[in-house]
């Protein structure tokens, strides 16, 4: 006979054994999510037995099997949350990071002092679509669009608007500009792949082994797609319209770079909460 709490032990100390840090935290929700039951009962419930319950023992098995070979917990549990939202995630797209809400804020900070009644957003490497949902709730008169150049993420950005009963944006499998060739937007918003080449090797077991590596990749320099980006908004960008980036660690200074030798000086960077410079907003 096993007890939640005897479990919920064992749990955190094989997780901690393969190097997981947040262990007891990951081992908590591993068997919430298997049990179905929320984080008071695992406490209260200590003396709930688990052992007859077949179907959930051997789900929960499988749960911390594929938690202890380092899969994401997020594509264990199917999905996770969005600046309030609910977004399926697995191989194939990038999990939503708490930085990008951070975009998302800045970026509706700024929209709201415009006041335009419809407004144009483009989000490029869209992945889950997590970007473009927030913006597109945010602002349900706007007309969002939405590219990525994978056909998995596309799938899982429309169903994620879908499951949110978010109508306003339309989704594309395309690279970059291409498929949106004959539109002007007022605003357009990218965390695009960012990690330099040679250092996707040093990322978490987490993150190298099983996210999509076109989602990180940002090529020797990791400003590949800064550039395509940023010189390719000429002809697309509005009068007044603003660009808005997630920056990896240490661009900044690069990606302001490459912006002024497009011809733009209005240039702001803002900070991320470990206060690394990790936005960049160009014509606030
Ligand atoms: N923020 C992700 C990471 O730290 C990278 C995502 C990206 O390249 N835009 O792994």
Not at 93 to 109: M, N, Q
Not at 115 to 137: E, F, M, R, W, Y
């Amino acid at each position: 006979m096993r007890y939640l709490v005897d479990k919920l032990r064992e749990i955190t100390t094989r997780l901690r054994n393969v190097g997981i840090r947040d262990a007891e935290r990951e081992a908590e929700a591993l068997l919430c999510l298997a049990l179905n039951i929320n984080k008071a009962a695992l406490y209260c419930h200590d003396l709930i037995e688990i052992s007859n319950e077949a179907s959930s023992a051997s789900k929960l098995d499988s749960m911390i099997a594929r938690r202890l070979a380092r899969q994401p917990f997020q594509y264990i549990a199917g999905e996770t949350e969005f600046l309030g939202l609910s977004l399926a995630v697995g191989t194939g797209v990038l999990i939503p990071r708490p930085e990008t809400e951070l975009l998302v804020e800045i970026v509706t900070g700024i929209i709201k002092v415009k006041h335009k009644p419809t407004l144009n957003v483009l989000d490029l490497c869209t992945g889950s679509g997590c970007i473009a949902l927030a913006l597109a709730k945010q602002f349900p008169t706007s007309v969002v669009h939405a590219v990525d150049i994978s056909e998995i993420a596309i799938r899982y950005a429309a169903a994620n608007a879908a499951t949110n009963n978010i109508n306003n944006i339309t989704f594309h499998t395309g690279s970059l500009y291409g498929p949106v060739q004959t539109h002007t937007f007022d605003v357009i918003v990218s965390n695009p792949p960012y990690i330099k080449t040679f250092d996707i090797a040093l990322l978490e077991p987490e993150i190298r082994l099983y996210e999509p590596v076109e989602a990180l990749d940002g090529g020797q320099d990791g400003l590949h797609f800064y550039k395509k980006i940023i010189t390719g908004a000429a002809g697309r960008l509005s009068e007044g319209g603003i660009m808005a980036f997630e920056l990896g660690d240490t661009l900044a200074a690069a990606v302001m770079e490459i912006a002024s030798e497009a011809g733009y000086s209005k240039l702001t960077l803002k900070s991320d909460y470990s206060s690394t410079e990790r936005f960049l907003i160009i014509n606030e």
